[in-house]
């Protein structure tokens, strides 16, 4: 099964600024959503895709299935891409403190 005739309508993005980026086909405003599925990133609502079909008909179980694991797919890379941001602030914070205490230990010598 593939998915060709299957556009991405709309993304709505909730809690995620980077998703921001990501557009739609602008052709797809042409067509009405068919369904809708949630992206979710540590068990929060992250954005809703809409998806609609380039023919006008009603997307089949095998799709919907299919769209299912295309969401599940994004909301494990999104859930990677905070999870690395995440660990570069922290990176970042413990070299801070780290200049911080050699600072304060120099000055208390």
């Given at each position: 099964?593939?998915?060709?005739?299957?556009?991405?309508?709309?993304?709505?993005?909730?809690?995620?600024?980077?998703?921001?980026?990501?557009?739609?086909?602008?052709?797809?405003?042409?067509?009405?959503?068919?369904?809708?599925?949630?992206?979710?990133?540590?068990?929060?609502?992250?954005?809703?895709v809409l998806f609609g079909h380039r023919t006008g008909e009603a997307i089949d179980p095998d799709e919907?299935?299919?769209?299912?694991?295309?969401?599940?797919?994004?909301?494990?890379?999104?859930?990677?891409?905070?999870?690395?941001?995440?660990?570069?602030?922290?990176?970042?914070?413990?070299?801070?403190?780290?200049?911080?205490?050699?600072?304060?230990?120099?000055?208390?010598?």
């Amino acid at each position: 099964m593939v998915l060709r005739s299957i556009v991405v309508v709309a993304l709505v993005t909730l809690v995620m600024p980077a998703l921001t980026d990501l557009q739609p086909d602008a052709s797809a405003v042409e067509w009405s959503p068919v369904v809708a599925l949630p992206i979710f990133v540590r068990q929060h609502l992250a954005a809703v895709v809409l998806f609609g079909h380039r023919t006008g008909e009603a997307i089949d179980p095998d799709e919907l299935g299919m769209l299912k694991s295309l969401c599940i797919g994004a909301s494990a890379a999104l859930d990677h891409l905070e999870a690395e941001a995440r660990r570069r602030e922290v990176e970042e914070l413990q070299r801070a403190l780290s200049t911080y205490k050699l600072a304060d230990s120099i000055e208390h010598a």
